[in-house]
């Protein structure tokens, strides 16, 4: 049962803004929606997270709809790093704690 | 410069030999995840812990997989015996609490030949 559902892949060129969608309409009130990424050859890695307002640190913002069903990751300069594949999660806070991954967009960033 | 270790990075072994995999969590890190990733299945989890109690181990095969604490420094997983299947790259994490971020290891490749 999915809980994120997310674009097999995006592109995007290099210095542009990425907007990363992720669909969540069964989310709860005590989901937070958090964002990872993983880079080639490497463990994944945090980029943000939030619950019910966007959010913005020096990697990215994320953008969360008003009913909390979806949101967007924003990569406001993308660069050729910023390739890799990006996961949308729900982290419970009441039931449980787990972090699950769905199979993520895979972002291609071209010069 | 906090970070998760894992160990080893690489493991080649035979079919039907144990493997022990291990993590240094993050100190003071309370929650602890083990994931398995292959091109097939993605990254699944197989087990979490908290304050060192085992909440969730659903996604190992129980036959054969095994994690444990034995203390609140280190995290293992077991394989016995180990089958070509195993064949992954296998990844912790630490965290804290779902509001705060987890921080993974740089996993451990693990070829059964």
């Known amino acids: 049962d999915a809980k994120t559902t997310q674009p097999n892949s995006m592109e995007s060129n290099e210095e542009e803004p990425v907007h990363l969608p992720c669909n969540h309409s069964t989310i709860s009130g005590t989901d937070y929606i958090h964002w990872y990424r993983q880079l080639p050859s490497q463990g994944p890695e945090y980029v943000i997270h939030?619950?019910?307002s966007n959010v913005n640190n020096r990697m990215a913002s994320l953008a969360i709809a008003e009913d909390r069903k979806s949101s967007t990751l924003i990569l406001h300069r993308a660069t050729l790093r910023d390739a890799a594949v990006y996961y949308c999660?729900?982290?419970?806070?009441?039931?449980?704690?787990?972090?699950?991954f769905g199979a993520g967009t895979r972002l291609t960033v071209k010069p | 410069d906090a970070r998760v270790t894992q160990t080893p990075r690489d493991k080649v072994t035979e079919m039907g030999q144990e493997v022990t995999m291990r993590c240094q969590p993050i100190?003071?890190?309370?929650?602890v995840f083990w994931y398995r990733q292959t091109m097939m299945q993605g990254l699944e989890l197989l087990a979490y812990f908290r304050n060192r109690a085992p909440l969730d181990d659903s996604g190992m095969p129980k036959d054969r997989f095994s994690a444990e604490m034995p203390d609140a420094t280190l995290a293992t997983l077991k394989i016995q015996p180990s089958e070509p299947r195993d064949s992954a790259v296998y990844f912790c994490?630490?965290?804290?609490?779902?509001?705060?971020?987890?921080?993974f290891g740089q996993g451990t490749r693990l070829t059964v030949v």
């Open positions: 939030g619950l019910t």
């Open positions: 999660i729900l982290r419970d806070s009441y039931n449980n704690n787990d972090m699950r």
């Open positions: 994490a630490s965290g804290m609490t779902v509001n705060t971020e987890a921080f």
């Open positions: 100190l003071g890190h309370n929650t």
